[in-house]
Structures are given as C-alpha cells and as structure tokens.
T-cell receptor, first 113, second 111 residues
Framework: DGGITQSPKYLFRKEGQNVTLSCEQN?????MYWYRQDPGQGLRLIYY???????QKGDIAEGYSVSREKKESFPLTVTSAQKNPTAFYLC????????????FGSGTRLTVV | RKEVEQDPGPFNVPEGATVAFNCTYS??????FFWYRQDCRKEPKLLMS???SGNEDGRFTAQLNRASQYISLLIRDSKLSDSATYLC????????????FGRGTSLIVHP
C-alpha cells in the first residue's frame, strides 16, 4: 500500500544534540513538507520541497535543516540551535499542486530530556 | 488578519445533533480547499475536499462560498466517534501551492 512513513515514533534528545527525523513516501509525490505542532496549537510549516535537490524555508525554519536527495525521502534534522524542540513533528506529501490534498505520516514525538 | 481562521470551540453536542463549522480565508485567489480530521495525538487525515458546487459524503456536507471567502462543514446525526479536531486547509496558488492550515475546531459528542 502506498503511504508515508515517519520514524521513529518517539525520540528523546539531550541538550546540545542534533537529531534526525526520517520521512519516506512511496506515493510518487513531488512535494514534501515538514510541520511542527505544539499542544493545542495549529500546524506550523518548517520546510518544504517541491522537487528533488530543492527546498525552501517555511515560517519557523530556524534551528532546523533538511535535504531532498531522493524523491521519496525528506529527512529533518533538529539542531542544537533549536532552543525549544519538544513538539509533535509531522511530515506530509502531495502532488506538485496539492489539488488532491495532503497525505501525512503518523508523526514523531520529540522530547528534550 | 490571519490567512485561515476557525472558531477553536469546543463544540459540545449530544449524539444525533447536527453541527456546523465555518472557516474563513483571506486570499481570494485560493483554489483548493479541504477539511481534515485530527484525533488526539494522531496525524491529520483527509475528511473531504470542498468543491465549488458543494459535496456530500454520507453525514458530512462541505460547501464553499467564494464571495464571502469561507468554507463550511456540516455533520448530521453526530456520533460519539465524530469527536475530534476538524482542520480547515486552504491551498494558495502563486507558484508554490503551499497549504495553509487553520488551528482547528474541537468537537465533542457526548451520549
């Protein structure tokens, strides 16, 4: 079955560490997105990519980095520069125009310990 | 003005009730509209797309009013399982088609 897979489901980070969240899709979607959701809040866009080897900053890119070396994969690195990384991270993908909606992975819950 | 606005609720209704949510958007050039459902601590899932002519899927009806720039979701005969947060999503053209999400409306259906 086609879908989008995020791993791990839960992640714990020590202060000063970089961590990488995985996002893989087999939907043949051109566009991929990373969102952050805090408790009781909406989704905030971190980065997006509409084509391989190209990506753009979203509204809250500071402290995060991404790569898009393959169409299927869009990993997100939460760097030590992100001062408040504890949140629910969601990866999504869509066609280039998003006309059929957006498919989400099941999310990664990151906690700083 | 926020790009996409929703009443956060919660809307607290008894089983069997009819409930409606609205969502306003600011970009008159917006082209695609969707309603998503998000359960607690889960990912959002597409509930239905919203077409200019309106569309219905069982107990759910979605409508678009371009003149007033809002979309609506009507749920008839509410079930306990309808309890969730409903997110409005607007897709703006202009070279990027990046979706903008509302903050969601919380629905609680009680016995």
């Amino acid at each position: 079955d086609g879908g989008i897979t995020q791993s791990p489901k839960y992640l714990f980070r020590k202060e000063g560490q970089n961590v990488t969240l995985s996002c893989e899709q087999n939907l043949n979607h051109d566009a991929m997105y990373w969102y952050r959701q805090d408790p009781g809040q909406g989704l905030r866009l971190i980065y997006y990519s509409q084509i391989v080897n190209d990506f753009q900053k979203g509204d809250i890119a500071e402290g995060y980095s991404v790569s898009r070396e393959k169409k299927e994969s869009f990993p997100l690195t939460v760097t030590s520069a992100q001062k408040n990384p504890t949140a629910f991270y969601l990866c999504a993908s869509s066609s280039s125009t998003g006309g059929y909606g957006y498919t989400f992975g099941s999310g990664t819950r990151l906690t700083v310990v | 003005r926020k790009e996409v606005e929703q009443d956060p609720g919660p809307f607290n209704v008894p089983e069997g009730a009819t409930v409606a949510f609205n969502c306003t958007y600011s970009n008159s050039a917006s082209q695609s509209f969707f309603w998503y459902r998000q359960d607690c601590r889960k990912e959002p899932k597409l509930l239905m797309s919203v077409y200019s002519s309106g569309n219905e899927d069982g107990r759910f009806t979605a409508q678009l009013n371009r003149a007033s720039q809002y979309i609506s979701l009507l749920i008839r005969d509410s079930k306990l399982s309808d309890s969730a947060t409903y997110l409005c999503v607007v897709n703006n053209p202009g070279g990027s088609y990046i979706p903008t999400f509302g903050r969601g409306t919380s629905l609680i259906v009680h016995p």
